[in-house]
């Protein structure tokens, strides 16, 4: 399978807050934030695979800041790790002020599965990396494919 770059993938969602999207204590609803970014993970994963893709874990979403009402809030996506059939998207969640400055509010990791016509897990792509910073990512993204190998051996 030709190797696709982390550019080819990238995704962004941008929202405006209403008030749908907000708790009882006037803030961004975390949940909320969960679904938009799952939709960016999944099709961060689409790209790259070209394929239909299934969440199978979400074991990092820090929530570093909050968002309030009438708020722009961006989502970015990007892949950082190819395995066979799992791909790991990071999503990056920011406030964006009307001057444009950017303040990191959410970072989550995904793995999502490509799935076959079955709905079986399917190959997916090599991951072509480019800059010192991808290959940063890559590396980390490892490890916590490890560990959660190792988690998953281990019934955590
Ligand atoms: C995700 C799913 C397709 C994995 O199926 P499976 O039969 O366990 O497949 P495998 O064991 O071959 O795993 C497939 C890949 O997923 C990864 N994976 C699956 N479960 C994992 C877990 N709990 N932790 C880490 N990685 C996991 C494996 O490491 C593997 O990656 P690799 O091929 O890159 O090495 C299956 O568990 C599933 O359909 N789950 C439900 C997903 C869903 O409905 N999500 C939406 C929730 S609303």
Same mark, same amino acid.
């Given at each position: @399978?030709? #190797?696709?770059?982390?550019?080819? %993938?990238? $995704?962004?969602?941008?929202?405006?807050?209403?008030? *749908?999207?907000?708790? *009882?204590?006037?803030r961004l609803? *975390? *949940? /909320?934030? @969960?679904?938009?970014?799952?939709?960016?993970? $999944?099709?961060?994963?689409?790209? =790259? !695979?070209? /394929?239909?893709?299934?969440?199978?874990?979400?074991?990092?979403?820090?929530?570093?800041?909050?968002? =309030? #009402?009438?708020?722009?809030?961006?989502?970015?996506?990007?892949?950082? +790790?190819?395995?066979?059939? %799992?791909?790991?998207?990071?999503?990056?969640?920011?406030?964006?002020?009307l001057s444009?400055?950017?303040?990191?509010?959410?970072? $989550?990791?995904?793995? @999502?599965? $490509?799935?076959?016509?079955?709905?079986? #897990?399917?190959?997916?792509? #090599?991951?072509?990396?480019? !800059?010192?910073?991808?290959? +940063?990512?890559?590396? @980390?993204?490892?490890?916590? +494919?490890?560990?959660?190998? /190792?988690?998953?051996?281990?019934?955590y």
């Amino acid at each position: @399978m030709k #190797p696709k770059t982390v550019d080819f %993938s990238r $995704a962004t969602q941008v929202q405006v807050l209403t008030q *749908g999207s907000i708790n *009882g204590y006037n803030r961004l609803f *975390g *949940g /909320k934030l @969960m679904e938009w970014i799952d939709v960016v993970a $999944a099709v961060v994963a689409r790209r =790259h !695979s070209g /394929k239909n893709v299934t969440t199978a874990v979400v074991d990092t979403l820090q929530f570093k800041g909050a968002a =309030h #009402p009438n708020d722009t809030v961006v989502l970015e996506g990007y892949i950082t +790790y190819a395995g066979k059939t %799992s791909m790991e998207v990071c999503v990056k969640t920011y406030i964006e002020a009307l001057s444009g400055e950017q303040t990191l509010i959410n970072t $989550a990791y995904i793995v @999502m599965v $490509a799935l076959d016509q079955n709905e079986k #897990p399917t190959l997916v792509p #090599p991951l072509k990396l480019i !800059s010192d910073e991808e290959e +940063y990512e890559w590396l @980390m993204a490892e490890k916590r +494919y490890n560990l959660r190998k /190792k988690r998953r051996q281990e019934n955590y």
